[in-house]
């Protein structure tokens, strides 16, 4: 964890939490998202994972990355074509796990593909089982053959919730933050999963905590229906443990907030790489013009607003560098004009 601190001490700072520090190849929120899920997938004796996203996925990336330190095999399917030039995520999915390219009208229908493609990977003598199957449904017992977890694009699932409360169960410590401070988080949100973890975590810990969510992806009508899906899916999961905050979910655990500048998902615009490049320079932080930067933006405005003697505002760095360079083969001509930011 590192405050965000500026020469002039006027300048209003604000704390950020490096998840983004957590793995060298693995998203700061991935891996969170995958910290139960893992060991989950262990306990029912899984052999094999399968799972999609775009080409540079992040997600992707992380499950074959967390699948091969852990002796599961990974099954990707990637949006698209191959590439010509493998690199950020997309290279780290190909040296990690087992990579194939599906064209888009196939993989409009992700259900589909998933259930097909886990079957061959399963064989006549395999099983295929789904998070829901596995959290649901007794024990399924698999005598030999492959057993084949499907696990949804993003991992958005309410396991996925788990790590984040584990991250705040962490940051509550009496050496951190405590329990008593009071905390506004701030967090991007791109289906909004880092941030209902985050604010179902304050809750069930009892931590006059708040957390504001920056809306990337969506309508906040779509952000607040997942967030009720996923409240709904956590109590019925894991429900047993909460009957002492289970009312205080009933109106949702995030405040959604649109982006400064709001755009179509995964649009950079201009200036944006220059004020990327600013606060590496000056901060020695890195963040990315598709998720992060837009936290920093509004943390920084936050900061300004708690100023004097307010609430703490931390912001949840959830990683993503490697899609840099994703993004600077996409976006070459932007890359191209940032210029040394001393020489002006
Ligand atoms: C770096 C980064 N930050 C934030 C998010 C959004 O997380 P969530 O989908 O849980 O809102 C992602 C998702 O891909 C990401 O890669």
Redesign the pocket.
Known sequence: MTKDLENDSQVPSFYIVRDDLIHPLV????AR?LDALLPFLEDHSVTDVVTCGGCQS??AAAVAVSCAERGLRSHLLLRGEQPDVLTGYNLISTMYGNVTYVPRSLYADREEMLIRHAGLVAGSSGLVVSLNDMLEAPWIKQKGGRKVAIVNE?A?DSL?LLGMIRLLCYLSENHLFGKERTVKFV?????????VGLGLGAICLGLPWEVT?VM?ADSIEQYRKRELQLIFDFRRHFGFNLVHCSNRMDNGVVTWVERHQPRKFGNVIDRELEVCQQIAQQTGILV?P???LAAWELATSLSEKEERGGANVVMLH???ML?MFGLAQRYKSHFRTLKDQSNG
Request: aromatic share 4%.
């Open positions: 998203n700061g929120n991935k998202k992040a997600h993003g958005g996925a967090v991007d949100a791109g289906t909004g999963t880092t941030a969510a990337l990315d598709i998720y992060t959830t990683g993503g899609g």
